[in-house]
């Protein structure tokens, strides 16, 4: 399986539509930092809709705190600051795909790494949808691995 983390996300309705898309690929679903909602806001729970009791949730104070609790994992972080694209990743089980907040994206310690990478869109644009991005690279992973 693979990993997916949101750091401090802001939306709910994003958050909830992302613990959906955990539910049905069996992805775990980490939660980081400081949330821009509760955990039982109403729009959240109504995008995740009865698939609440079938996620893998983590709530976790920090990355740091992840980081330490995988050692030997590997962290992707998903911005548009960087080049390399999400496709020319080989994705191993386990690995952990990062995404930042919706309004101001992940911090520049991340979006520095060599694990930095991106969904290309056209010129211009700022930026796709959280859930959206979080399903294209879930499915991505998906395919690689032939987890269905």
Known sequence: MFNIV???PEIPQNTGNIARLCACTGAPLYLVGKLGFSLSDKYMKRAGMDYWQSVDL???SS???LFNMFPEA???YLTTKSKKKYTDIQFKENDFIVFGPESRGLPPEYVTKDTAITIPMKEGQRSLNL??????????IIRQIGLF
């Open 6 to 8: 949101l750091y401090e």
């Open 74 to 76: 590997r962290f992707f």
């Open 63 to 65: 990355m740091d705190e």
């Open 131 to 140: 859930s959206n991005s979080a399903a294209i690279v879930a499915y991505e």
């Open 58 to 60: 983590h709530r976790i």
